[in-house]
């Protein structure tokens, strides 16, 4: 499996930007797909997730505090694809956003993969 991501650049800060990423390979199930980042100096955190319950195949989303209101998650299931929205962007949020997935390629089994990141710059 392999995740490609795009969409990253130089943007000006309140201005919108909108991130792609689309997993390819052997997979049965996308179990949760979404996005993490590193900023310059910091640790990896989580930006934005879609979960599918396995169970119930009900969808839920989360968000970190920091852009709640401003990013929106969202998947196309069909394509194997998870986009965000990034709106009212600030100079905090540049970042290499990286791109993840936990994939089943059997009913048995979920694997976490990541993709090669993209950079975002946001100006002041």
């Known amino acids: 499996v392999q995740l490609q991501a795009c969409g990253g650049g130089l943007v000006q800060a309140g201005r919108s930007l909108r991130l792609s990423c689309t997993a390819s390979?052997?997979?049965?199930?996308?179990?949760?797909m979404g996005w993490y980042r590193r900023a310059p100096g910091k640790e990896r955190e989580l930006v934005a997730m879609?979960?599918?319950?396995?169970?119930?195949?009900?969808?839920?989303?989360n968000y970190a505090n920091s852009v709640k209101g401003r990013f929106t998650v969202s998947r196309d299931f069909a394509k194997n694809m998870v986009y965000l929205q990034m709106n009212s962007l600030k100079p905090e949020d540049t970042a290499v956003y990286y791109c993840?997935?936990?994939?089943?390629?059997?009913?048995?089994?979920?694997?976490?993969?990541w993709g090669q990141g993209t950079l975002v710059t946001v100006s002041s």
């Open positions: 390979g052997s997979i049965l199930r996308v179990n949760a």
């Open positions: 879609c979960t599918t319950a396995t169970m119930t195949s009900a969808d839920s989303t």
């Open positions: 993840y997935a936990q994939i089943s390629d059997t009913p048995w089994n979920r694997k976490n993969y």
